[in-house]
C-alpha cells in the first residue's frame, strides 16, 4: 500500500487486514509506507496488534538524521521521532525498511547529514537501509531553491562520498544496504552489515580513484542506462561504443556534458 496506511484508525486498519487475509486467498505479506511521525504517535502494543492483523513489512521515507536538513525540506518528522518510530517498528517484530537520500543536504551540510543520518540508523537498526539519491527536477519545490542559492547541489562524486562517510559511520548493525535505483551512481554498493562494510567502502574508493575521463564516461554510461556497474567498463565492444557516443554527442550538440548527463538523470524522476 502505498501512502501513509497507518494514519487510519488502528481498529479500522485491523478490520481491513483482517479482512485481506480473509478474502485473499495464498497472501503471504503486506506492505504499507508510513511516516514515522504517524508511526511514533502508535503505541508498541497498537503496532503488534497490527502485525498480528497481517500487516509484516514497513517502508519509512527517513531521508535525514539531521534535524537541520529535516526542518529545512519541511519532512514533518525529527530525527528523534525517526529512532522512536523506528525502534517500535522492530520492536513490533515487522521488516522495516528506512529510505535516505543521499545530496538532500547539500554542500553545506553534507557532512553533518550523513553522520546525523547514520546516528539514527544505528539507532533503529532496520532490516533495510535503501539509498535514492537526491534529484532535483524543474518541477520540485526544491528547484526553486537551488535557484535562489538556497541549497547547493552536490556532484556525483560529492554524493558518492558523502555515501562513503555515511557507511563508514554505520556501527554496531545488522542491516542490508541497497542501492536498488537508477538515481544512484552506483548500483554495486550494496551489502550486510557489518561483513561487507569493507567491500562495500571499496567500490566506492574505486570509483572516487578513477581518472576524470574515465568517471566522465562511466556516469554518462549509467545516467543513458548503459552501464549497471564499474565492471561492464571492462568490456571492449561496449567501451568503443560508449567512447563513439560521447563523443559524436558532444560534436552534434555542442552542449556541456555535465548538463546532457543532470538530463538523463532526471528522466528517471
Not at 576524470?212 to 554518462?220: A, C, G, S, T, Y
Request: with cysteine; net charge negative.
Amino acid at each position: 500500500q502505498d501512502a501513509n496506511s497507518l494514519v487510519m484508525r488502528t481498529q479500522e486498519l485491523v478490520t481491513a487486514l483482517r479482512y485481506l487475509q480473509e478474502n485473499v486467498p495464498g497472501i503471504q505479506r503486506i506492505t504499507s509506507y508510513a511516516r514515522s511521525s504517524t508511526m511514533a504517535r502508535k503505541s508498541l502494543d497498537e503496532l503488534k496488534e497490527i502485525r498480528d492483523a497481517g500487516l509484516n513489512r514497513i517502508h519509512i521515507g527517513l531521508e535525514s538524521g539531521s534535524d537541520r536538513v529535516l526542518d529545512f525540506v519541511r519532512k514533518g518528522s525529527s530525527a528523534r521521532q525517526h529512532i522512536e518510530a523506528g525502534q517500535k517498528v522492530m520492536a513490533a517484530g515487522m521488516t522495516l525498511s528506512e529510505y535516505i537520500m543521499p545530496g538532500l543536504g547539500g554542500a553545506a551540510w553534507s557532512r553533518e547529514h550523513a553522520i546525523e543520518t547514520a546516528r539514527v540508523l544505528n539507532a533503529i537498526d532496520p532490516h533495510f537501509i535503501r539509498l535514492r539519491s537526491l534529484r532535483v527536477p524543474h518541477r520540485s519545490p526544491l528547484h526553486q531553491d537551488v535557484g535562489e542559492g538556497h541549497l547547493e547541489l552536490l556532484s556525483d562524486d560529492q554524493v558518492v562520498a558523502e555515501i562513503r562517510l555515511l557507511i563508514e559511520s554505520l556501527e554496531g548493525i545488522h542491516a542490508t544496504l541497497t542501492s536498488d535505483h537508477i538515481m544512484n551512481l552506483l548500483e554495486e554498493v550494496e551489502g550486510k552489515l557489518p561483513e561487507d562494510k569493507e567491500a562495500m567502502l571499496a567500490v566506492i574508493d574505486r570509483y572516487l580513484a578513477l581518472p576524470p575521463e574515465e568517471k566522465l564516461l562511466f556516469r554518462l554510461a549509467r545516467r543513458g542506462g548503459a552501464v549497471r556497474g564499474l565492471n561492464d567498463l571492462a568490456n571492449p565492444e561496449l567501451r568503443i561504443r560508449l567512447q563513439r557516443a560521447m563523443a559524436e554527442l558532444c560534436a552534434q550538440t555542442g552542449r556541456d556534458l555535465e548538463e546532457v548527463i543532470t538530463e538523463l538523470g532526471d528522466q528517471y524522476i
